[in-house]
């Protein structure tokens, strides 16, 4: 008789994740982070890199919820910097490093994380080639990219511009799902790029579907713009941050109860969908 395929390790407690996330005004981001940590199942003796890491959002997730051995690198210093000033990632190993070189050796990993990465990137196929090199054999790949395939409500401005024929717009203020991005990308087109990189697709799917009419521009224009100016009831923080609005909060300052109705949408929202619209594309891939 064949042998009994191997069981997975526990994800972290959806209860968890969801209570940490609870006040996050990304719903896309939101749907992400829960579907990376599902990929992940991180255990304590688990090396997990977070390439592109920037302020070091997954990294925080998985110090609260699921400690392991946490790695990360940016090529951006002052990003980096703001991430090691978190105390919840003192345990965490950061550096400055471009993905196309990475300084590690191969199969330094046992799970890695390439999420709104490969979009920003001149050439991605030898970003996904170098970030495998660094995995072991039988490690995985949580990689996420956004879609093609966004709902019109997401980003209203490009959707029309596109539908006329026009180029998007990708500088900020209104620049929406294409902010300094050099391409979406296709359901097809993300399974060729993981193939190619000599990896086996082991999951793909499309997530979130409903929002608020505007969500990109209003989460990272508006939102932005307030969180940067500490304009968010965060007094006595060091600097107000997405981290402001993560975990238990002790009392509802107008600030949250406007992200709360702003992201009713996304109760909606399934896990996956099988074709657009749809923000995100996640894919879990393993090396063989």
Known sequence: MPSARPALPPRPDPAAVGELLRYEADI?????????????????????????????????????????????????????AEAAADRALTGARLCIADVFHLPFADGAFDKLILSEVLEHLPEDAPALAEAARVVRPGGMLAITVPHRGYPFLWDPINRTLEALGLPPIRQEPWSGIWTDHRRLYEPRELAALIEGARLRLADLRLQTRYCMPFSHNLVYGLGKFLVERNATGSAGRRKASRYTFWGPQRRLTPVLLLIKLFTVPDRLNRPRYRDAPAVSLCAKAIKP
């Open 28 to 80: 896309a981001f939101r749907q992400r982070a829960k579907t990376i940590l599902e990929y992940l199942r991180p255990q304590p003796q688990d090396r997990v890199l977070d390439c592109g890491c920037g302020l070091g959002f997954h990294l925080r997730l998985l110090a609260e919820l699921a400690p392991c051995r946490l790695h990360g690198f940016d090529i951006s210093r002052a990003r980096l």
